[in-house]
């Protein structure tokens, strides 16, 4: 955990949550569940329509869509292999293959009948000109070819038996296969003979895409495309923006063309492949396969069971579906400021903020090992740890991230940065590192149990923290470390200092110690629960919060004498938080949620305070005063994104308790208003946030019932065009607590969690409906 000095915390908390796993940016973009496990290899995807698709993948795996992809069916393939290839010509006839020279036909776009390959080893890729003639390639050369829909299979000469990973026809005479050490192959009959082509390079081809007979494209390892505009008689380097091996190359047009590859990447070009530029995936996994059925329309499958869509091609943001996997388990965050912030998590996952946890962007960390910390010292450099010894650093805000070599290959769980020279790093079986501005070097912990935290208050002073009840603490910048005694033999999973003498751990089972002589001695305090706690964290030395799971969030004002529980919507485990000042903070942990706490006061001469709407345009605001002699003027402010605001007027303070004000330029959807109160020698502070939806259209589109309610209530939908959309849960405070994809007419809102109390549903077109929750 990472140590700053925070202001004392204040009264009064309001709780947003977004969902990174089904985030939607713009009202073009649709989440679809396949439903394939969460570690399942997804490897080849086609549609033959807006609606039919399938995919293949791990463990024999083939799942059906007639919906577009809001349902998926399993169909049996007979196997247990890993299938690498998929091709439809139509939407009955298809053919899967994979590993041990396996092949799967389809005549009805439902049963999977078996055919013989005539080898036994793995197949990469087909292509098939109609129902009766294709070809596929694979292992150590292997070309094979039939012209009669698959019942029997014919072997070819390559004339190599380097390993063959694409194919690609575009007449029933001439192809082209590509492969590893540069290889190029191209028949002009049928493959009868296949005659070798230069292609330049001796990096891996795994993928290649002909236009037409004359321009094509090819794309393998360290970030290469190549492109023909002769057939093939030449290849031009072209030049990417990435040295990660791209696995697919996909052309809808002559101009437009994607290519996709390792850590999430998915590039595009607008103009043939002269410049390339990235497209966000929110995601750091493997991408396989890409496929476009359209100029705008396409999918895209990977690792993790991951499946990426798109109806907006020519943009430069996909959303990720949820594939029926766990979604990624974030591991830490870390604010510079109360803006700007990074997260990091499994599959080397790295995302920042820069609007206070809104939304997120995700950023390319180089690797897809599992990242268990990170953190920044400035708003450029900063260090994320993980699985295998893995070490990344950026230094200009995580737009590039690049490794750094750790000298181990123990997991590393926390890191700690003191400046942009000297940082520590600590993980399993014992392993404390310390950077010194260029390299990193092992420090002798004297333990061999797993470390989990790390924190220094200064340049010498530090403690860290693991399993077996282990606290380390080192006075001489690690050189070396001393137990000291826990009193427990309980994992201890984080730990926080709030300065030299005063220190919490926490750990599984609900443990939790305190030091106050920077643990020569650590007394046990109760924490209130049995849960595991995996992160702690104090804003002073009375007000802090710990978190772990079960959702659990557990506050102290007093110094951890006594716990309260505080309101979760992260229904699972929570494996960090973090605070940037007494105001803000965030949570992280399972099924890619994000809890943002935006801490406000309510300035003591404010009773109370409240806003609504009169008409379709006007909003009227009142409160309460007690009459305070010090108060100036109220400022009245307004925003639509809670991000960017404008004066709109200014009320002066009177003796009055009674204050309003009406404001006649309602936009559509939610406004948000605050008060800021200046008093008379300039001082100011702002009121909590009121939020007033201006949502006139005629007819009512969604109803929900029971409301009030007390858990859970059901969203009935008169128009059916809404499922599929976004609808956001919304608090009287204008923060969004739940973002969702309305999945089908009659829909379950749960509100476990969250405390009794007003919210609002927002739809797609703009209608919102008040739930009171008692």
């Known amino acids: 955990m990472k140590t700053i000095f925070y202001k004392k915390l204040q009264a009064f908390a309001c709780l947003m949550v977004i969902l990174l796993s089904s985030l939607v940016t713009t009202g073009q973009w649709t989440s679809v569940n396949t439903g394939a496990p969460g570690t399942a290899f997804l490897a080849g995807v086609q549609f033959i329509d807006a609606n039919t698709g399938w995919f293949v993948g791990q463990n024999g795996l083939i799942r059906k869509t007639t919906d577009g992809g809001t349902s998926w069916t399993t169909q049996a393939s007979g196997t247990t292999n890993q299938f690498y290839s998929l091709k439809f010509v139509n939407s009955t006839t298809g053919w899967a293959a994979g590993v041990g020279g396996i092949i799967r036909k389809t005549a009805d776009g439902t049963t999977w009948t078996s055919q013989t390959s005539g080898v036994t080893s793995d197949l990469y890729r087909s292509d098939f000109l109609d129902v009766n003639t294709g070809w596929i390639v694979g292992k150590s050369g292997v070309i094979r070819k039939t012209v009669n829909g698959g019942t029997n299979w014919n072997a070819q000469t390559s004339g190599v038996t380097t390993d063959l990973y694409d194919i690609k026809f575009t007449d029933a005479n001439t192809g082209w296969t590509v492969g590893a050490n540069g290889v190029i192959r191209k028949t002009t009959n049928a493959g009868g003979t296949w005659t070798a082509q230069t292609s330049g390079t001796s990096q891996t081809l795994y993928s290649i895409f002909m236009l037409n007979s004359t321009t094509g494209w090819a794309a393998g390892t360290t970030g290469t495309i190549l492109k023909t505009t002769n057939g093939g008689t030449t290849w031009t380097v072209q030049t990417t923006p990435t040295t990660d091996p791209l696995f697919c190359i996909w052309f809808s047009s002559a101009n437009n063309g994607f290519a996709i590859g390792n850590n999430g990447t998915i590039m595009i070009t607008q103009d043939g492949g002269t410049t390339w530029g990235y497209q966000t995936s929110n995601n750091g996994v493997i991408m396989y396969t890409i496929f476009m059925l359209s100029s705008t329309q396409g999918w895209i499958v990977g690792d993790n069971g991951t499946m990426l869509k798109t109806i907006n091609a020519g943009g430069y943001t996909w959303t990720a579906l949820n594939s029926g996997s766990t979604t990624i388990t974030w591991r830490d965050i870390f604010f510079t400021n109360t803006s700007t912030g990074w997260i990091c998590g499994d599959g080397g996952n790295i995302r920042k903020s820069t609007n206070s946890g809104n939304t997120w962007t995700s950023q390319s960390s180089g690797t897809t090992n599992n990242l268990w910390s990170l953190q920044f010292v400035n708003a450029s450099s900063g260090w994320a740890i993980g699985a295998s010894g893995t070490i990344c650093t950026t230094s200009n805000g995580g737009t590039n991230w690049a490794t750094q070599t750790s000298g181990t290959s123990n997991t590393l769980h926390g890191v700690y940065m003191q400046s942009i020279s000297l940082g520590w790093a600590a993980g399993d079986n014992g392993t404390i590192l310390k950077y010194n501005g260029t390299s990193w070097s092992a420090l002798p912990s004297g333990v061999t149990n797993n470390l989990y935290d790390v924190q220094f208050i200064d340049a010498n002073t530090g403690w860290a923290v693991g399993f077996g009840g282990t606290i380390l603490k080192t006075t001489n910048g690690g050189s070396s470390w001393t137990a000291q005694s826990s009193g427990t033999t309980t994992n201890l999973l984080g730990s926080y200092f709030v300065d030299a003498n005063t220190g919490f751990v926490v750990g599984e089972n609900g443990v939790m110690r305190k030091t106050i002589n920077g643990g020569s001695t650590w007394t ?251």
């Not at 605001?621 to 007690?626: D, I, S």
């Not at 994104?641 to 204050?659: E, L």
């Open 524 to 774: 046990s305090l109760g924490s209130g629960t049995t849960n595991h706690l995996n992160d702690v964290m104090f804003v002073d030395a009375n007000n802090g919060y710990t978190v772990g799971v079960n959702k659990t969030i557990r506050y102290t004002a007093d110094g951890g004498v006594t716990w309260t529980t505080q309101a979760s919507s992260n229904p699972s485990e929570i494996r960090s938080v973090y605070f940037v000042n007494s105001n803000m903070g965030w949570t992280v942990g399972l099924n890619g949620e994000v809890q943002t706490y935006l801490l406000v006061t309510l300035p003591l001469h404010i009773s109370s305070i409240e806003a609504a709407s009169t008409d379709c345009s006007t909003a009227r605001l009142q409160w309460q005063t007690t009459g305070d002699a010090a108060a100036d003027r109220y400022e009245v402010e307004w925003s639509a994104d809670g991000n960017n605001w404008q004066n709109i007027g200014v009320v002066k303070a009177t003796a009055s308790p009674s204050h309003s004000f009406t404001y006649g330029g309602l936009i559509s959807g939610n406004n948000l208003f605050r008060l800021k109160l200046v008093e008379n020698n300039g001082s100011f502070m702002y009121s909590k946030l009121l939020t007033v939806s201006a949502n006139c259209l005629a007819t009512a589109t969604v109803a929900t019932y029971p409301n009030p309610t007390h858990g859970a209530v059901i969203l009935s939908l008169k128009d059916a065009s809404l499922v599929g959309t976004t609808a956001r849960l919304v608090s009287s405070q204008g923060h969004i607590l739940k973002q969702f994809t309305i999945n089908s007419v009659k829909e379950v809102l749960y509100l476990t969690g969250l405390p009794n109390g007003t919210y609002f549903l927002t739809t797609a077109n703009k209608q919102s409906c008040r739930i009171i929750k008692q």
